[in-house]
């Protein structure tokens, strides 16, 4: 099975301040297509996962441009230009070559 | 507009059969690219993938979990159904069904989620 390990698992960051969480599978995520299958997710508390990011570095509908995805192979990166207090929540990367992996979370608060 | 809706039980016994429901909405599950997962979540913990039910009846489980799941579809009621035998404790968790829709370009998967039932497993 193919692992998704997060760093870090937890962030503190000032309103207006950039973050960064890495995601890091354990196989290439690069289909013969062309197409590498990472995707980011954002839990809000007491809600349901919503899809953020969509092969790497889609953004999916509606999601504002301060959120980018980059990365290839096994190595990704979710960033946040500048943060704002709705960005609160936990953070998932999910794998989607072979079966979903998720990662284990990062956890998002305002300082 | 696209709702997922999950229901079933919220306590099962150890060594039971746990069976879910998942109605769907606005879509049918009969389009050729659509999908519906079952994904879990243990209190506090990381979200799980389960299985996954395609258009064209292909299913596929965690490879971890397989021999205990099965999951089924009834499109003329527009509902995915997800079986896990011999429930323990550490089943204990928010179970949600979620959709995978592809586009003639990409596939966005989980792009609507149902909002989730706890079930608890305790004697």
């Known amino acids: 099975d193919i692992v998704m390990t997060q760093t870090p698992l937890s962030l503190s960051v000032t309103p207006g301040q950039p973050a960064s969480i890495s995601c890091k599978s354990s196989?290439?995520?690069?289909?013969?297509?062309?197409?590498?299958?990472l995707y980011w997710y954002l839990q809000k508390s007491g809600q349901s996962p919503q899809l953020l990011i969509y092969e790497v570095s889609s953004r999916f509908s509606g999601v504002p441009d301060r959120f980018s995805g980059s990365g290839s192979g096994t190595d990704f990166t979710l960033k946040i230009s500048r943060v704002e207090a709705e960005d609160v929540g936990v953070y998932y990367c999910m794998q989607g070559i072979y079966l979903h992996t998720f990662g284990q979370g990062t956890k998002l608060e305002i300082k | 507009q696209v709702t997922l809706k999950e229901s079933g039980p919220v306590l099962v016994k150890p060594t039971e059969t746990l069976t879910l429901t998942c109605t769907v909405s606005?879509?049918?599950?009969?389009?050729?690219?659509?999908?519906v997962s079952w994904i879990r979540q243990p209190p506090g913990k990381a979200l799980e993938w389960l299985a996954h039910s395609f258009s064209n009846d292909e299913k596929v489980y965690s490879t971890s979990l397989k021999s205990r799941l099965t999951i089924s579809k009834d499109t003329s009621r527009s509902q995915v159904l997800l079986t896990m035998t011999n429930m323990d404790p550490v089943d204990t968790a928010t179970y949600f069904c979620a959709r995978l829709y592809c586009d003639s370009v990409s596939c966005f998967p989980f792009d609507y989620w149902g909002p989730g039932i706890l079930v608890t497993v305790s004697s």
């Open positions: 606005g879509f049918s599950l009969s389009y050729a690219r659509v999908g």
């Open positions: 196989q290439s995520l690069l289909h013969s297509n062309g197409k590498t299958f």
